[in-house]
């Protein structure tokens, strides 16, 4: 598929409650059979300036259980997602545009198998699924394809971060700190772009304002 405008629209992100939801089918649920090869490596750093490798999700087999794995952490990027393994430091990179299925089993194996799969046919780039776990996480997906990612309040959405730490409950102030930031008031409410990577809802235009919605890639909005 021709990449698409990653960021076409920018979205509410509490449509994704409102969407039909939909049963989990075999081929979607991205269990323990799916292949998550592991190709060249480069160091990513940290923000507390410990370094990770990165390697792309395409290669290497992750096992994927109800509750997910405790040695490996999820990681947001403008690019799409990391799982990073916690004792050695190695990031597998899910990139936009990944297989669906690939994406899927190697967030599954993060944070354990999602719990809801929606869909809508009207979205301005073309119909998109949406397949979301617990913590707040949903993925964007279009023809079998991973092309988006947000991220909605749940008890436990503020663990979900980049390697530098922006995530919901962040300030503007931090958010600035990493980023070129341009802050809008819009019908969503208080608007942000992070150097066109990092998309999201503030609770006010302040330097305390804080991060309540945050979301990257290809999404659905209806303004």
């Not at 269990?31 to 750093?45: H, K, M, R, T, V």
């Not at 990391?82 to 967030?107: H, N, P, W, Y």
Request: charged residues 20%.
């Amino acid at each position: 598929m021709p990449r698409p405008n990653r960021f076409l629209m920018l979205l509410p992100l509490n449509l994704f409650l409102m969407l039909p939801m939909m049963a989990c089918s075999d081929e979607n649920s991205g269990g323990a059979d799916n292949d998550i090869p592991e190709l060249s490596q480069q160091p990513l750093e940290r923000s507390d300036s410990t370094s990770v490798e990165r390697e792309s999700a395409t290669d290497g087999a992750v096992e994927a259980s109800a509750e997910g794995s405790a040695d490996l952490v999820l990681a947001l990027s403008g690019e799409g997602l990391l799982v990073i393994e916690e004792q050695s430091g190695k990031a597998r990179s899910i990139s936009f545009d990944t297989d669906l299925a690939t994406a899927q089993a190697a967030v599954s194996a993060t944070l354990g198998q999602p719990t809801e799969i929606a869909q809508e046919n009207e979205c301005g780039a073309g119909p998109m699924s949406f397949i979301s776990w617990p913590n707040g996480l949903t993925m964007n997906a279009m023809q079998n394809q991973f092309v988006g990612w947000s991220v909605r309040p749940e008890a436990e959405s503020a663990n979900l971060t980049t390697v530098d730490g922006i995530g919901l409950g962040k300030t503007l102030t931090d958010l600035e700190a990493s980023y070129r930031v341009d802050v809008i008031e819009s019908s969503l409410g208080t608007e942000f772009n992070a150097s066109d990577s990092l998309f999201g809802l503030l609770s006010n235009n302040q330097p305390k304002g804080v991060i309540t919605h945050l979301w990257s890639g290809i999404a659905c909005n209806f303004r």
